[in-house]
Protein backbone atom coordinates (compact mmCIF):
# COMPACT_ATOMS: atom_id res chain seq x y z
CA UNK A 1 0.00 0.00 0.00
CA UNK A 2 1.15 2.88 -1.10
CA UNK A 3 1.40 6.18 0.99
CA UNK A 4 -0.39 8.59 -2.02
CA UNK A 5 -3.96 10.23 -1.07
CA UNK A 6 -6.68 7.55 -0.30
CA UNK A 7 -9.18 6.88 -2.72
CA UNK A 8 -11.80 7.76 -0.22
CA UNK A 9 -11.80 9.47 2.31
CA UNK A 10 -15.34 9.99 4.55
CA UNK A 11 -15.40 13.00 7.09
CA UNK A 12 -18.22 12.72 9.47
CA UNK A 13 -20.84 11.05 7.74
CA UNK A 14 -24.34 11.77 8.30
CA UNK A 15 -27.65 10.28 7.26
CA UNK A 16 -30.62 11.09 9.70
CA UNK A 17 -34.15 9.80 8.09
CA UNK A 18 -37.08 11.94 9.14
CA UNK A 19 -39.91 10.81 10.92
CA UNK A 20 -43.21 12.23 9.86
CA UNK A 21 -46.81 12.54 11.66
CA UNK A 22 -49.52 14.48 12.22
CA UNK A 23 -52.52 15.80 10.11
CA UNK A 24 -50.07 18.02 8.26
CA UNK A 25 -47.61 15.45 7.65
CA UNK A 26 -44.92 17.30 9.91
CA UNK A 27 -41.24 16.14 10.64
CA UNK A 28 -41.46 14.84 14.45
CA UNK A 29 -37.90 13.37 14.90
CA UNK A 30 -35.37 11.81 13.14
CA UNK A 31 -33.97 7.78 12.32
CA UNK A 32 -30.47 8.99 13.05
CA UNK A 33 -28.57 5.86 11.14
CA UNK A 34 -25.45 7.07 10.24
CA UNK A 35 -24.34 9.81 12.84
CA UNK A 36 -20.53 10.71 12.54
CA UNK A 37 -18.75 8.56 10.75
CA UNK A 38 -15.43 9.38 9.38
CA UNK A 39 -12.44 6.73 7.94
CA UNK A 40 -10.34 6.59 4.76
CA UNK A 41 -9.67 3.30 1.81
CA UNK A 42 -6.35 3.51 -0.01
CA UNK A 43 -6.09 2.09 -3.51
CA UNK A 44 -6.47 -1.21 -3.62
CA UNK A 45 -7.06 -2.33 0.37
CA UNK A 46 -10.27 -3.45 1.63
CA UNK A 47 -11.97 -2.24 4.41
CA UNK A 48 -14.23 -4.23 6.70
CA UNK A 49 -17.44 -2.25 7.58
CA UNK A 50 -18.99 -4.17 10.67
CA UNK A 51 -21.49 -4.40 13.47
CA UNK A 52 -24.65 -5.92 14.55
CA UNK A 53 -28.25 -5.41 12.31
CA UNK A 54 -29.54 -1.73 12.65
CA UNK A 55 -25.74 0.01 13.07
CA UNK A 56 -25.69 1.31 10.03
CA UNK A 57 -23.33 -0.37 7.96
CA UNK A 58 -25.19 -0.73 4.86
CA UNK A 59 -26.78 2.64 4.52
CA UNK A 60 -23.34 4.43 4.97
CA UNK A 61 -22.23 2.01 2.26
CA UNK A 62 -25.53 3.38 0.03
CA UNK A 63 -25.11 6.66 1.04
CA UNK A 64 -21.33 6.62 -0.36
CA UNK A 65 -22.59 6.14 -3.43
CA UNK A 66 -25.42 8.77 -3.13
CA UNK A 67 -27.57 6.14 -3.76
CA UNK A 68 -29.01 7.93 -0.82
CA UNK A 69 -27.91 11.58 -0.02
CA UNK A 70 -26.29 12.10 2.91
CA UNK A 71 -27.41 14.38 5.38
CA UNK A 72 -24.51 16.53 6.91
CA UNK A 73 -20.78 15.25 6.01
CA UNK A 74 -17.50 15.23 3.21
CA UNK A 75 -17.16 12.26 0.60
CA UNK A 76 -14.01 12.61 -1.31
CA UNK A 77 -13.53 9.68 -3.88
CA UNK A 78 -10.38 10.26 -6.25
CA UNK A 79 -10.23 14.10 -5.19
CA UNK A 80 -13.25 14.92 -5.50
CA UNK A 81 -16.06 16.04 -3.45
CA UNK A 82 -18.92 13.64 -5.09
CA UNK A 83 -21.22 15.36 -2.08
CA UNK A 84 -21.03 18.34 -4.20
CA UNK A 85 -21.48 16.87 -7.87
CA UNK A 86 -24.72 17.38 -9.80
CA UNK A 87 -26.62 14.51 -10.53
CA UNK A 88 -25.39 14.48 -14.55
CA UNK A 89 -21.78 15.10 -12.73
CA UNK A 90 -22.46 12.03 -10.44
CA UNK A 91 -23.66 9.62 -13.15
CA UNK A 92 -20.41 10.27 -15.24
CA UNK A 93 -18.19 9.62 -11.75
CA UNK A 94 -20.37 6.34 -10.99
CA UNK A 95 -19.06 4.36 -13.53
CA UNK A 96 -15.64 4.30 -11.42
CA UNK A 97 -18.09 3.79 -7.72
CA UNK A 98 -19.87 0.27 -7.85
CA UNK A 99 -22.19 -2.28 -5.60
CA UNK A 100 -22.85 -5.58 -5.31
CA UNK A 101 -26.08 -6.10 -3.36
CA UNK A 102 -26.86 -8.94 -1.18
CA UNK A 103 -29.52 -10.05 -2.78
CA UNK A 104 -28.49 -10.51 -6.46
CA UNK A 105 -32.02 -11.62 -7.96
CA UNK A 106 -33.67 -8.98 -6.37
CA UNK A 107 -31.25 -6.10 -8.37
CA UNK A 108 -31.83 -8.17 -11.29
CA UNK A 109 -35.11 -7.56 -14.00
CA UNK A 110 -36.19 -11.18 -14.67
CA UNK A 111 -37.42 -10.35 -17.90
CA UNK A 112 -33.61 -9.59 -19.09
CA UNK A 113 -31.12 -11.64 -20.01
CA UNK A 114 -27.76 -11.73 -18.83
CA UNK A 115 -26.60 -10.08 -21.72
CA UNK A 116 -29.30 -7.18 -21.42
CA UNK A 117 -28.37 -6.72 -17.72
CA UNK A 118 -24.75 -6.40 -18.25
CA UNK A 119 -24.95 -4.66 -21.65
CA UNK A 120 -27.31 -1.91 -20.28
CA UNK A 121 -24.87 -0.83 -17.44
CA UNK A 122 -22.00 -0.52 -20.25
CA UNK A 123 -24.43 1.42 -22.35
CA UNK A 124 -25.55 3.74 -19.88
CA UNK A 125 -21.45 4.94 -19.48
CA UNK A 126 -21.16 4.14 -23.07
CA UNK A 127 -18.17 1.82 -22.41
CA UNK A 128 -17.79 0.40 -25.50
CA UNK A 129 -19.48 0.43 -28.80
CA UNK A 130 -22.46 -2.11 -29.21
CA UNK A 131 -20.93 -4.34 -31.64
CA UNK A 132 -17.92 -4.87 -28.88
CA UNK A 133 -19.78 -5.11 -26.01
CA UNK A 134 -21.01 -8.73 -26.48
CA UNK A 135 -17.78 -10.02 -26.81
CA UNK A 136 -16.64 -7.75 -23.65
CA UNK A 137 -19.80 -9.79 -21.60
CA UNK A 138 -18.19 -13.55 -22.60
CA UNK A 139 -14.95 -12.33 -21.00
CA UNK A 140 -16.81 -11.02 -18.00
CA UNK A 141 -18.28 -13.98 -17.17
CA UNK A 142 -15.55 -16.39 -17.94
CA UNK A 143 -13.74 -13.92 -15.51
CA UNK A 144 -15.80 -14.63 -13.10
CA UNK A 145 -16.18 -18.13 -13.18
CA UNK A 146 -19.20 -18.97 -15.44
CA UNK A 147 -19.55 -19.99 -19.19
CA UNK A 148 -19.93 -17.61 -20.94
CA UNK A 149 -22.12 -19.76 -23.54
CA UNK A 150 -24.75 -19.26 -20.95
CA UNK A 151 -25.04 -15.43 -21.93
CA UNK A 152 -28.49 -15.58 -23.17
CA UNK A 153 -30.00 -17.39 -20.19
CA UNK A 154 -32.18 -15.69 -17.58
CA UNK A 155 -31.60 -14.70 -13.63
CA UNK A 156 -34.12 -17.40 -12.39
CA UNK A 157 -32.09 -20.32 -14.37
CA UNK A 158 -28.42 -20.04 -11.93
CA UNK A 159 -27.86 -20.92 -8.48
CA UNK A 160 -27.33 -18.30 -5.93
CA UNK A 161 -23.64 -18.27 -5.92
CA UNK A 162 -24.38 -18.05 -9.89
CA UNK A 163 -26.37 -14.64 -9.40
CA UNK A 164 -24.03 -12.97 -7.17
CA UNK A 165 -21.05 -14.16 -9.83
CA UNK A 166 -23.44 -12.64 -12.48
CA UNK A 167 -23.67 -9.65 -10.05
CA UNK A 168 -19.85 -9.06 -9.67
CA UNK A 169 -19.39 -9.27 -13.63
CA UNK A 170 -22.25 -6.32 -13.54
CA UNK A 171 -20.35 -4.64 -10.98
CA UNK A 172 -16.79 -4.83 -13.21
CA UNK A 173 -18.37 -4.32 -16.60
CA UNK A 174 -18.17 -0.53 -16.16
CA UNK A 175 -14.14 -0.96 -14.88
CA UNK A 176 -14.67 0.71 -11.64
CA UNK A 177 -11.81 1.58 -9.20
CA UNK A 178 -14.28 1.38 -5.49
CA UNK A 179 -16.60 -1.90 -5.14
CA UNK A 180 -18.94 -1.84 -1.91
CA UNK A 181 -19.73 -5.08 -1.45
CA UNK A 182 -22.93 -4.82 0.49
CA UNK A 183 -23.80 -8.17 2.75
CA UNK A 184 -22.65 -10.00 -0.65
CA UNK A 185 -21.66 -13.72 0.67
CA UNK A 186 -24.64 -13.48 3.96
CA UNK A 187 -27.39 -15.34 1.78
CA UNK A 188 -25.07 -18.09 0.27
CA UNK A 189 -23.87 -21.26 1.32
CA UNK A 190 -20.56 -21.40 3.43
CA UNK A 191 -18.40 -23.17 0.70
CA UNK A 192 -19.97 -21.38 -1.66
CA UNK A 193 -19.04 -17.97 0.10
CA UNK A 194 -15.64 -19.58 -0.05
CA UNK A 195 -15.63 -19.67 -3.68
CA UNK A 196 -16.95 -15.74 -3.93
CA UNK A 197 -14.62 -14.27 -1.52
CA UNK A 198 -11.92 -16.25 -2.96
CA UNK A 199 -12.92 -14.55 -6.38
CA UNK A 200 -13.24 -11.00 -4.95
CA UNK A 201 -9.63 -11.17 -3.93
CA UNK A 202 -8.31 -13.01 -7.15
CA UNK A 203 -9.86 -10.22 -8.89
CA UNK A 204 -8.70 -7.45 -6.87
CA UNK A 205 -5.06 -8.88 -7.31
CA UNK A 206 -5.25 -8.85 -10.78
CA UNK A 207 -7.07 -5.85 -11.77
CA UNK A 208 -6.32 -3.80 -8.73
CA UNK A 209 -9.82 -3.14 -7.14
CA UNK A 210 -10.51 -1.54 -3.83
CA UNK A 211 -13.05 -2.47 -1.79
CA UNK A 212 -15.62 -1.91 0.90
CA UNK A 213 -16.81 -4.99 2.45
CA UNK A 214 -20.25 -4.26 4.98
CA UNK A 215 -20.81 -7.21 6.63
CA UNK A 216 -21.57 -8.82 10.38
CA UNK A 217 -20.10 -12.15 10.09
CA UNK A 218 -16.37 -11.45 11.61
CA UNK A 219 -15.30 -14.72 10.60
CA UNK A 220 -15.91 -13.88 6.30
CA UNK A 221 -14.39 -10.25 6.97
CA UNK A 222 -11.24 -11.49 8.76
CA UNK A 223 -10.48 -13.48 5.56
CA UNK A 224 -10.74 -10.65 3.01
CA UNK A 225 -10.11 -7.35 5.03
CA UNK A 226 -7.08 -5.33 5.71
CA UNK A 227 -8.67 -2.97 7.79
CA UNK A 228 -11.64 -2.90 9.74
CA UNK A 229 -14.40 -0.56 10.91
CA UNK A 230 -16.57 -1.34 13.18
CA UNK A 231 -19.77 0.42 14.17
CA UNK A 232 -22.23 0.51 16.74
CA UNK A 233 -26.18 3.05 16.48
CA UNK A 234 -24.17 4.66 13.80
CA UNK A 235 -20.98 5.59 15.15
CA UNK A 236 -17.21 4.67 14.91
CA UNK A 237 -16.58 2.40 18.07
CA UNK A 238 -13.24 0.91 16.66
CA UNK A 239 -11.00 1.17 13.93
CA UNK A 240 -7.88 -0.76 12.76
CA UNK A 241 -5.90 -3.14 11.06
CA UNK A 242 -7.42 -6.57 11.02
CA UNK A 243 -4.74 -8.30 13.00
CA UNK A 244 -4.57 -6.12 15.23
CA UNK A 245 -8.22 -5.89 15.91
CA UNK A 246 -8.96 -9.57 16.02
CA UNK A 247 -5.56 -10.69 18.35
CA UNK A 248 -5.98 -7.49 20.57
CA UNK A 249 -9.50 -5.63 20.36
CA UNK A 250 -9.93 -2.70 23.00
CA UNK A 251 -13.28 -1.92 22.76
CA UNK A 252 -15.87 -3.82 24.92
CA UNK A 253 -18.24 -4.10 21.62
CA UNK A 254 -15.15 -5.57 19.72
CA UNK A 255 -14.73 -7.66 22.39
CA UNK A 256 -18.19 -9.06 22.22
CA UNK A 257 -18.43 -9.22 19.02
CA UNK A 258 -15.01 -11.59 18.64
CA UNK A 259 -16.50 -13.70 21.08
CA UNK A 260 -19.43 -14.44 19.24
CA UNK A 261 -17.71 -15.93 16.91
CA UNK A 262 -17.67 -19.93 16.56
CA UNK A 263 -14.19 -21.77 17.17
CA UNK A 264 -13.91 -25.03 15.77
CA UNK A 265 -11.87 -26.68 19.18
CA UNK A 266 -14.55 -27.30 21.88
CA UNK A 267 -11.28 -28.45 24.35
CA UNK A 268 -10.25 -24.60 24.24
CA UNK A 269 -11.64 -22.78 26.50
CA UNK A 270 -12.16 -18.77 25.25
CA UNK A 271 -13.96 -16.03 27.05
CA UNK A 272 -17.11 -15.45 26.34
CA UNK A 273 -18.94 -11.60 26.56
CA UNK A 274 -22.76 -11.51 26.27
CA UNK A 275 -24.19 -8.33 26.06
CA UNK A 276 -27.56 -7.65 28.41
CA UNK A 277 -30.60 -5.93 26.54
CA UNK A 278 -30.87 -4.57 23.00
CA UNK A 279 -29.38 -2.01 20.72
CA UNK A 280 -31.07 1.14 22.02
CA UNK A 281 -33.45 3.06 18.73
CA UNK A 282 -31.36 5.27 16.02
CA UNK A 283 -34.91 7.13 17.27
CA UNK A 284 -33.49 8.37 20.66
CA UNK A 285 -29.98 7.19 21.17
CA UNK A 286 -28.59 7.24 24.74
CA UNK A 287 -26.55 10.27 25.86
CA UNK A 288 -22.79 9.89 26.27
CA UNK A 289 -21.40 7.45 24.91
CA UNK A 290 -24.02 5.31 22.79
CA UNK A 291 -22.89 1.82 24.25
CA UNK A 292 -23.09 2.99 27.81
CA UNK A 293 -26.30 0.80 28.09
CA UNK A 294 -24.92 -2.56 27.76
CA UNK A 295 -21.48 -2.00 28.49
CA UNK A 296 -20.24 -4.01 31.49
CA UNK A 297 -17.70 -1.56 32.14
CA UNK A 298 -19.83 1.41 32.16
CA UNK A 299 -18.53 4.50 34.57
CA UNK A 300 -20.69 7.39 35.26
CA UNK A 301 -18.95 9.75 33.09
CA UNK A 302 -20.22 7.12 30.21
CA UNK A 303 -23.90 8.50 30.71
CA UNK A 304 -22.70 11.94 30.09
CA UNK A 305 -19.79 12.59 27.75
CA UNK A 306 -19.46 10.92 23.95
CA UNK A 307 -16.16 9.23 24.64
CA UNK A 308 -13.63 10.81 21.24
CA UNK A 309 -11.57 8.39 18.83
CA UNK A 310 -8.71 7.69 20.92
CA UNK A 311 -5.48 6.42 18.65
CA UNK A 312 -3.38 4.04 20.62
CA UNK A 313 0.16 3.10 19.36
CA UNK A 314 -0.77 0.17 17.84
CA UNK A 315 -2.79 2.27 15.42
CA UNK A 316 -6.11 1.75 16.45
CA UNK A 317 -8.26 4.42 16.93
CA UNK A 318 -11.23 3.31 19.80
CA UNK A 319 -14.25 5.40 20.99
CA UNK A 320 -13.95 4.63 24.76
CA UNK A 321 -13.19 6.68 27.69
CA UNK A 322 -11.38 3.45 29.68
CA UNK A 323 -8.49 3.86 26.78
CA UNK A 324 -7.55 7.61 27.87
CA UNK A 325 -4.31 6.71 29.21
CA UNK A 326 -3.46 3.45 26.46
CA UNK A 327 -4.79 0.19 26.26
CA UNK A 328 -7.16 -1.96 28.50
CA UNK A 329 -6.21 -4.18 30.79
CA UNK A 330 -9.27 -6.77 30.92
CA UNK A 331 -7.85 -9.16 33.45
CA UNK A 332 -7.65 -6.24 36.08
CA UNK A 333 -10.12 -4.52 34.55
CA UNK A 334 -12.55 -8.12 35.09
CA UNK A 335 -11.24 -7.87 39.05
CA UNK A 336 -11.73 -4.64 39.84
CA UNK A 337 -15.59 -4.64 38.73
Do not use: W
Amino acid sequence: MSDAAPLLQVENLKKHFPIRGGVLGRVQNYVKAVDGVSFDVKQGETIGLVGESGCGKSTAGRVLLRLQEPTAGRIVFDGEDITQLSKAELRRRRRHMQIIFQDPYGSFNPRQTIHRLLDEAMGIQKILPKAQRRERIRELLSLVGLNPDHIDRYPHEFSGGQRQRIAIARALSVDPKLIICDEAVSSLDVSVQAQVINLLKRLQRELGLTYIFVAHDLGVVRHISDRIVVMYLGTVAEKGDTTTIFENPQHPYTRALLSAIPFPDPTRKRERMILSGDVPSPIDPPSGCPFHTRCPYVMDRCRTEVPPLHRLESGQEVACHLVEDGEINYDELRRAV
